[in-house]
């Protein structure tokens, strides 16, 4: 599974991004999809995972209200809406697939390259 993460950018404080993460491959449909962002000199955190259905979701208690996963299995593509976006929030932002519902990095498979979003205050 190849993973491409794309939408972030530049908003300020108050505003609100889409992020997309196409997967290629035929398999999409049977992971589960997650996303985790990492802030200059911090570790890589999770922020949210949907399951293959998409009938679980969990979230970051940081992004909980604001963030929204989702997934469209017809286009091969895993969403994730941020709202309300916070100074805190800015971070480079990676997709990656597995195989369990996890908050894990560890039982990631596969991550796409990642995509910054900066939010100004």
């Known amino acids: 599974v190849q993973l491409q993460a794309c939408g972030g950018g530049l908003v300020q404080a108050g505003g609100s991004l889409r992020l997309s993460c196409e997967a290629s491959?035929?398999?999409?449909?049977?992971?589960?999809m997650g996303w985790f962002r990492q802030a200059p000199g911090k570790e890589r955190e999770f922020v949210s995972a949907?399951?293959?259905?998409?009938?679980?979701?969990y979230y970051a208690d940081s992004v909980k209200g604001r963030f929204t996963i989702s997934r469209d299995n017809a286009k091969n593509t895993v969403y994730l809406q941020m709202n309300s976006l916070k100074p805190e929030d800015t971070a480079i932002y990676y997709c990656?697939?597995?195989?369990?519902?996890?908050?894990?990095?560890?039982?990631?498979?596969?991550w796409g390259q990642g995509t910054q979003v900066t939010v100004s205050s």
């Open positions: 491959g035929r398999t999409f449909s049977s992971y589960t």
């Open positions: 990656a697939a597995g195989k369990v519902m996890a908050t894990s990095s560890k039982l990631y498979d596969y």
């Open positions: 949907i399951s293959w259905s998409g009938s679980t979701r």
